[in-house]
């Protein structure tokens, strides 16, 4: 058994953010992929889809969709994954782990009850 990755964790937040705007009906799926398809090359696209995306790719990738449904979605799915979660957590440094786990605890007392 692997231990979970920071791209772990930063592939399943993607996934789950599309999933939430698909389940919740906030755009249309076919809307979704258009804008992607048309605002960004072939192969950057299928990079983010198949989790090979560099942070560029992401970059660009986030900036072709509508920015406040998927920032909701985004917030929302983060605060399930890495506060309620019973996931295990992904591995990083010490440094890495103490910035993260003082800005999951930053982030938890600002939006605790919003959700």
């Known amino acids: ?3 979970k990755t920071f791209n772990d964790f930063k592939y399943l937040l993607y996934d789950t953010t599309l999933l939430h705007i698909l389940r919740h009906e906030k755009l249309p ?3 979704i992929f258009s804008t992607l398809f048309r605002k960004n090359p072939t192969a950057r696209v299928l ?3 198949s989790n090979e995306s560099s942070l560029i790719d992401d970059i660009y990738i986030m900036q072709s969709v509508p920015t406040r449904p998927f920032l909701i979605a985004f917030l929302k799915e983060f605060y399930k994954i890495a506060v309620k979660s019973p996931l295990p957590q992904p591995h990083f440094s010490a440094d890495a782990a103490a910035i993260f786990t003082n800005f999951i605890k930053i982030l ?4 605790d009850g919003v959700f």
């Open 1 to 3: 058994h692997r231990r």
């Open 29 to 31: 799926a076919a809307a």
């Open 108 to 111: 938890k007392e600002k939006i």
């Open 47 to 49: 990079r983010f889809l």
